[in-house]
């Protein structure tokens, strides 16, 4: 990008705004793309130029750029009630709707939905409730929480401490106490010599027993996982990954928490991965493609054991003394709703059954390009990892990949030297041979730089 000209958009941009996951100084340097307007899977920036939105905004618009019942719905919503709170006994249509729609759609049997406003703000609460309840069983030591290695879950506090990436704990003086990561369940970087896919799923199963029993079984509260790991880089869990983690859960009482955030709604061909895999958790949490981000709205569904002894605590202090001034925002609520009226009537889930061989072809054809080390994905979402030996330092060959593909017109992220894709779930066969096209001339392009 070249230096922002005067008075531009760009120069008032770096003079007073500071990036979510930017190098601020670099940016002083480079400035923003700005982004105007989207329409389907793709965005258009401030000089008309276009983009493949290939990463869903961040793995987040299902519906695409532009869906007008979802405008409509946020319109008619903002006439009638645009605020309402959900403290004290108060409550709206839409959130009580969502509510509703939310724990019948459940694969697993909830009890009740509890409104936040990000994914962060959803693993926070449920890592609250998880302490809430230990008190209520009286047993006040059970407070440590396991999550994993390359796990993303968020980045306020807490949840910045059950994510597992380095760049979310350096110079924050996190993870905070109490919270533990087990093995990542990478196959490729974490296999042991000659080790198979099953016999390491079984180890990391026994890794996570070993810190159990270490840290005493008692102590613990809860287990924090996403059925596929996504900012920590597309890892899709080996073959019988789940099969063999969840009995050590059940094994010492430990709550499970499946992190939905991404895979929630459609992403991985079905509408939760809590049903591909086969889940049991005891909560869940939901955001980004409930809304499909047209309004910031994520939710918490627990059941009958976690909101049980909560609701007795709760009637006993007198109050659950927790809620966001925008929980159960009635806009976010509507559009939602809305949001998963038109996944269901479009039923967008065998869409991303119908699309995902090609995805997947294409993705595997892009991980048998030069500099290309594996490439791994599942339903509407995957990645490939490039390596070149005369960019060595992570991220630096992902990094340019990412840039070429940008200049030809297709938005991606690279996570180290993974590049992700995850696109709208609406994206067509052509589409994604369109996307495909442009990432393998990108790769192209980066390998010839490189020779
Ligand atoms: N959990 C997962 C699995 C996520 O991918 C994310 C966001 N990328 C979050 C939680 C945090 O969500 P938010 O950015 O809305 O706080």
Redesign the pocket.
Known sequence: MNKPLPNSIEARDVAYHLHSYTDARKHEEAGPLIVEKGEGIYVEDNNGKRYIEGMAG??SVALGFGEQRLIDAATRQMQKLPYYHTFTHKGHGPSAELAEKLVNMAPVPMSKAYFTN??????DTAIKLIWYRSNALGQPERKKIISRVKG?????LA?ASLTGLPNNHRSFDLPIEGVLHTTCPHYRTMKKEGESEQDFAKRCAVDLEELILKEGPETIAAFFA?PVM??GGVIVPPDGYWEAVQPVLKKYDILFVA?E??CGFGRTGNMFGTETYKLQPDIM?L??QLSSSYMPV?ALLVNEKVYGPVADESHKIGVWGHGYTGSGHPVGAAVALENLKIIEERDLISHVRDISPQFMKRLKQLGEQDMAVEARGIGLIGAVEFAHEKAPDVGAVGGRINRAMQERGLISRNMGDALAFCPPLIISEAQVNEMFDIAEAAVADVAKDLG
């Open positions: 961040l793995w990000s994914g962060s703000e959803a693993n993303y879950h968020g980045v306020t949840a996403e996504g900012a992190d955030v991404i949490t955001s980004k994520s």
